[in-house]
Nanobody, 122 residues
Framework: VQLQASGGGLVQPGGSLRLSCGVS????????IGWFRQAPGKEREFVAAIRNGANTLYTDSVKGRFTISRDNAANTVYLEMNSLKPEDTAVYFC?????????????????WGQGTQVTVSS
């Protein structure tokens, strides 16, 4: 199983970005796909997760600003990020969990992609 994150970049505060996570290899539609981020000097933190297209989970700091969605036909998960703040600056990773539940715990995600840098700065 391979995951490929893309779509990062430099954006001004208040701006928007859409991250994509392409998933390939042997996967199941019921797997949970999550987004995590890691800022310099900080631990990796959970951002959002989606399972079955309808069940979603967000960390409090991004609720109302970020939206996670899933296109099973395209094997891609998206993270739409609006009203970006400087504190959203981090490397963003996508990951896949084979467990049949939504989870924010990194240890429950078996497969990880490489990160994509998001920088929010004026």
């Amino acid at each position: 199983v391979q995951l490929q994150a893309s779509g990062g970049g430099l954006v001004q505060p208040g701006g928007s970005l859409r991250l994509s996570c392409g998933v390939s290899g042997f996967t199941r539609d019921y797997w949970t796909i999550g987004w995590f981020r890691q800022a310099p000097g900080k631990e990796r933190e959970f951002v959002a997760a989606i399972r079955n297209g309808a069940n979603t989970l967000y960390t409090d700091s991004v609720k109302g600003r970020f939206t996670i969605s899933r296109d099973n036909a395209a094997n891609t998960v998206y993270l739409e990020m609006n009203s970006l703040k400087p504190e959203d600056t981090a490397v963003y990773f996508c990951a896949a969990s084979t467990m049949t539940l939504l989870t924010s715990i990194p240890a429950r995600y078996r497969y990880w992609g490489q990160g994509t840098q998001v920088t929010v700065s004026s």
